[in-house]
């Protein structure tokens, strides 16, 4: 399973933090079920940045090309959101990934709800640019908060 860095407890947040989160993520770890990837970082932004929102919330506008991943300073950073999320993929190509758990409201790994491009807190319905592109091979894509759902599907597999 693909997961979030940030969620095993890697400082690669746009704010430099972790977001480390629990056992059930330790356990899939220890048995060597979890591929970590950011893929801000691996789209080769920097830790920390600038936060990053997509106006309107849809990730997927942005791999169509109809939409951008701005930072709060107002750049252009849909490249490397795209590189991320490119990278992402290959990984669970190679690993015939089938299931992934990432960070919910990001704009990169958003699954449901992300932040609405006005950097004002507000969430919109919505996903980031690599849950986006993985949807769309088929992954089956959960958020931290849906653990449970996640274990529920790796167990059906």
């Keep these: 399973m693909l997961v979030s860095a940030c969620l ?3 400082p690669v947040r746009y704010d430099g933090r972790a977001s480390g989160h629990p056992d059930l993520l330790r356990l899939w770890q220890e048995q060597g079920r979890v591929v970590p990837l950011c ?3 691996a ?3 920097p830790t ?3 936060p990053a929102e997509i106006p309107g919330g849809q990730g997927g506008e942005v791999l169509d090309g109809g939409a951008q991943v701005v930072t709060v300073l ?8 795209l590189a991320g999320a490119r990278q992402a993929l290959e990984l669970v190509r190679r690993h015939e990934i089938r299931v992934a758990v990432l960070k919910s409201g990001s704009p990169s790994c958003g699954n449901r709800l992300v932040y609405d491009g006005t950097f004002s807190g ?3 319905g919505g996903e980031g640019v690599t849950a986006a592109l993985l949807r769309r091979e088929g992954v089956s894509v959960f958020s931290e908060l849906e653990l449970e759902e996640a274990s529920q599907e790796l167990d059906s597999l």
Excluded at 74 to 81: N, P, Y
Aim: hydrophobic share 35%.
């Design 122 to 124: 507000s969430k919109v």
């Design 48 to 50: 920390p940045r600038p």
């Design 8 to 10: 095993l407890g890697q």
């Design 39 to 41: 893929p801000e970082v």
């Design 43 to 45: 789209g080769g932004l």
């Design 74 to 81: 107002g750049e252009d950073v849909s490249a490397a959101f």
